[in-house]
């Protein structure tokens, strides 16, 4: 897929090393560095970034695109939008300003011009860079002790895209129906052979940071048995146990409000981060259109939809950073 190989190199990020003398290429290089360790569905990294002086292009990679699990590439757009988070929040620790574009057309998504030494619009909020090489997705069960009023109220404060609600919940009886919701949609993802053949293709690249053995006998067995009832019971216990449940509500599926909606969850997974707080997004809800609005009826988010889901709660550090490919797989000429 890419001549570089996959790293976990790239997490160590040296911010002394920011070429301060340089040029704006490439300082806006070295931000990049930062934008590429965004959370992606399947950590399927689908960004590409043009560089043309000031101003970064940030494109969809059609070659790491989602067509069973992610039919009309909601996702993917999510996942842009937390690499331009990233890269916003990374500029402006560098004293940069910096305005984002949405052209209509493609290929780039999204241009983002970088102004030294501006101001950025809206600022990000204190301390989240620090948090760029320490956030990861945490697969494990929660302990069961709840989220501070405290950090609710700054989860909810930290979401500012006027098209963008966070719902935060912990009502037993709503977990439990969100729970059944996703093993339902987790049987009937993993009965489409189709699914479990692009699954198991993202397995098998070693994105997940399974050793290449691990990697490929997951991709053999994704691919070709049907685990549906384990992954219903599995996801549904972890969903139901933790303490919180996020959803991003936007009103439009237009590129656009998916990015900002991608944004909005790479801000607060960063916030909770230095909380000390764990996150694991999980997607399968909304990659069914059936069950994505059984969701929206029980939350009653109507006319607005659910477009992203994921968990909050405690949970012992003790898992690794996923590979990454590193930048210059990526930005492309």
Not at 36 to 65: K, M, V
Not at 73 to 90: M, P, R, T, V, Y
Not at 213 to 241: C, F, M, P, W, Y
Request: charged share 25%; with cysteine.
């Amino acid at each position: 897929m890419h001549p570089a190989p996959l790293t976990r190199e790239v997490w160590t990020v040296d911010a002394d090393a920011f070429p301060r003398d340089g040029s704006i290429e490439d300082q806006a290089r070295f931000l990049l560095r930062y934008a590429i360790l965004a959370p992606s569905s399947h950590n399927s990294q689908p960004w590409e970034f043009r560089i043309e002086g000031d101003s970064i292009e940030i494109r969809a990679a059609e070659d790491r695109r989602l067509p069973v699990a992610d039919e009309d590439d909601g996702e993917l757009f999510l996942s842009l939008g937390c690499a331009i988070e990233n890269l916003a929040i990374a500029g402006a620790h560098f004293a940069f300003g910096y305005r984002i574009e949405y052209p209509e057309d493609a290929p780039p998504v999204a241009i983002v011009t970088l102004e030294p030494d501006g101001s950025p619009s809206p600022a990000p909020p204190p301390g989240l860079f620090e948090q760029l090489t320490e956030r990861y997705t945490n697969h494990q069960p929660f302990e069961e002790r709840p989220l501070p009023e405290g950090l609710r109220d700054r989860l909810q404060a930290s979401v500012v895209e006027s098209d963008v609600e966070l719902r935060l919940i912990d009502d037993p009886d709503q977990m439990a129906s969100i729970a059944e919701l996703q093993a339902e949609a987790d049987r009937k993802l993993m009965a489409n052979p189709d699914y479990r053949r692009e699954l198991g293709h993202w397995i098998g690249t070693g994105v997940l940071g399974h050793s290449w053995v691990a990697a490929r006998i997951g991709e053999l067995v994704v691919s070709h048995l049907d685990l549906g009832d384990r992954e219903a019971q599995k996801n549904a216990t972890l969903l139901e146990s933790a303490p919180a449940i996020g959803v991003l509500v936007a009103e439009t599926e237009e590129p656009r409000s998916l990015i900002g909606t991608g944004r909005a969850f790479e801000r607060l997974a960063l916030l909770a981060t230095a909380e000390g707080v764990a996150v694991h997004p999980m997607s399968q809800i909304l990659e069914r259109a059936e069950t994505t609005g059984a969701l929206a009826t029980r939350l009653d988010t109507e006319p607005a939809q659910p477009r992203h889901l994921f968990r909050l709660g405690y949970a012992a550090d003790t898992q690794r950073h996923t590979p990454r490919w590193p930048p210059e797989a990526v930005i492309v000429e």
